[in-house]
């Protein structure tokens, strides 16, 4: 047991591959500059006491066995109660959060917020880290299972396994992870804020009606169009077979088929150096997330039209859809709106001092 523990997690963008973690597809996300920081304290009893610096609001709850509430409370309960469900010994402690991401922004402060809790939690009771891709799994069950968001692990192996000026190419299938240059020389690539907030662990409002299914929604699409085809995993899938079957799931198969394409494509495209390739692609992302797999909104693409105004190469929305912020690929010389952030490949979660 050390006093104290400081962890800082990051947030992340993905530069493409969309909705395919959860269909073991393919994606490429890279960590931010951005994140969550948790400072945790041994307090020698055995409870657990959260105090939430952004939202100005706190949690105590017995570290043996806190009960279930949903919320952000949810996040520090779960990651407590699965850490320990796998053998690691906590003590007592007070956590300090505080974040640079903001909540919603499809910049993932969700998984940098369960990551951060992690390192800290472990960190303070002197144990030593599990595996990351075993951590980032635990991650996401806490999401799933005490969030109520049924998102995949995309975020999480972004915070835990990012690396300095690199994407990772993460194969869902058996979790590998390959860290791609990404060399962008006079080229930015920059966020953009829909002003839309999104919420993956509820109903979403779509782009034609105030109440149209959100992220949870997709995710069911997606499992019925397997039972449909009789394949494990949309992974699987071949598209000629997927036409055949009921709207909207042919439209939702064809996006996962083809942004796994446009994945590896990305990757051949930034070896050989083609950023103006990569903006295709990202065009051609948004394109199939608001045509096939429905998650953009009016506000969103205002976003992406600001961004393609400015001069950019490629814009899409990023992240679980409805809301949150856009990427673009702008070109040396372009003058991205004001708010526009540059967001900059950095290295993944670890303990700070
Ligand atoms: C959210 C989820 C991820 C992933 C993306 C969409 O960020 O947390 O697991 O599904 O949406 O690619």
Known sequence: MTETAIAFAPGRVNLIGEHTDYNQGLALPFAIREGVTVRAQATGNAHVTVIARDLDAEDSFPLRAP?????WRGFARGIVTELQAQGHNLVGAELEISGTVPPGSGLSSSAALEVALCLALLAVAGLSEPDRIDLAALCSKVENDWVGAQTGLLDQIASLRGEANCALRIDFRDRSVDPVPLDLGDYALVTLDSGERHANAGPSRGRDGPEEPGYNQRRSECARACEALGVAS???ADLAQARKLPEPLARRVKHV????????RTVSALAAGDLDRVGELLDA????LRDDYEISTPAVERAVARLRDAGALGARIVGGGFGGNV????PPGATPPPEAISVIPSPGAHLVG
């Not at 992302?285 to 199939?288: D, F, P, V």
């Open 285 to 288: 992302s948004h394109a199939s």
């Open 327 to 330: 990427l673009g690929l702008l």
């Open 234 to 236: 949309l992974r699987e």
């Open 67 to 71: 009960d279930r509430t949903r919320g």
């Open 257 to 264: 088929i083809t942004e796994n394409e446009r994945v590896e």
